[in-house]
């Protein structure tokens, strides 16, 4: 049994090792920023000499700076040369990296996988996942390692090249979990088509039903009355009145009901897109509303519409309902104005559009599309009321109708991404605003 050291010894021996610490330190420092050409390691054969020629200043510096860990390795696996990039990946500080064995740094789970690795690496380039220990800690770092033999003056060496995939995988994690959210957003997709496919069957039977089993009995309420008042007429005297009126509300239902079936058919987007003609649309309407015209002496004045993508059927619709609600709401008759109705275009970028105005597709710029009368009017403080269905801002004694019309327009301008607004003065008249996306 050796005797105790004395104080004196030990405190040599603690000097002889800091001296060596220090030399060990000015080697790496050496090594890194390329002062010295060889280092000689003693490995189990022996010292043996490793030069530096192949490894120039220029290159180390490189090294050192790169992101990816660099290593060198000899025939025993052991560390000849590592950048700080390393070092920070296996958690220790880079003079105890230099020396030691590669396997050391290698995860548990992967002892086995990195011996077949480094058996293979000294015959061709080779490349393969692993995960390396941070340290002291059970802590590991997954990454992807790339090595490629050299044969240097003195013998063979391995360069290692590994690069960190913890950021990878955790983005391939979250991807995998958005794929599963995708996934489950497409499944309730798929439920949310057959629910609307299946209020869809619903509509269509409301529609056949509102179109056939409704109007019939209506039909009939109209034809029996006109029958009474033909053949009884004489008979019921007074009666008479209260078979108008009857006959009058069996008309007003009927025309409600046509209205609903418009608006349910409009509540949907348009099927067929394309190009769509303004003019022509508008065209088509005033030549619906001839008789119309004739009767109020009213002045139509069309300029130049713009071209836009659609669904003809609705877009005649639209003008359809703001061209009758401009003759329907016209000066009184013994004012002595004739109805005057003037449609005009610009274009307009998104940028510039009023705060109001909200469209609900997105385009980078619209057509304004005004139509404007010399109406009546109305007071914009009912502006967002005359757009919902069966709101009326007149009495049914005043001017007939059902207050469907102008939310179908509202209906059919959302259809098309765009919006409507309006703007109006008592007595002075009305402009209706369409932007459709250009």
Known sequence: MNPPKTYEQLVAENDLLRIQL???????????????????????????LYTLKTADQTYRVFIETMHEGAVTLDRQGLILYSNSTFAAMVGQPLSSVIGIPFINCIAPDYLSMYNDFFEQSWQNSTKQEMSLKQGDSDSELICFVSATPLVLDEGPCLS????????????????KISNQQLVNLNATLVLANQSLNRLNLNLKQFTYIASHDLQEPLRKVQQFGDLLKEHYSSQLGDGVNYLDRMQLAASRMSTLIKDLLSYSRISTKPEALQPVSLNEVVNLALTDLELRIQETNARIEVGSLPMVVGDASQLGQLFMNLLSNALKFRQPDDAAVPPLIRLEASRIATTDLPASITPTGVAQAYYRIDVLDNGIGFDEKYLDRIFQVFQRLHGRNEFSGTGIGLAICEKVVTNHGGAITASSQVGQGSVFSVYLPA
Do not use: N, W, Y
Not at 31 to 45: F, H, K, M, N, P
Not at 160 to 175: C, G, R, S, V, Y
């Open 22 to 48: 220090e030399e060990a330190m000015e080697t790496i420092l050496a090594i890194r920023t390329g002062q010295i050409d060889a280092l000689v390691v003693e490995g189990s054969q022996g010292h043996e």
């Open 160 to 175: 290692l090249i590994l690069t960190d995939l913890t950021l990878q995988k955790q983005m391939q994690a979250q991807l």
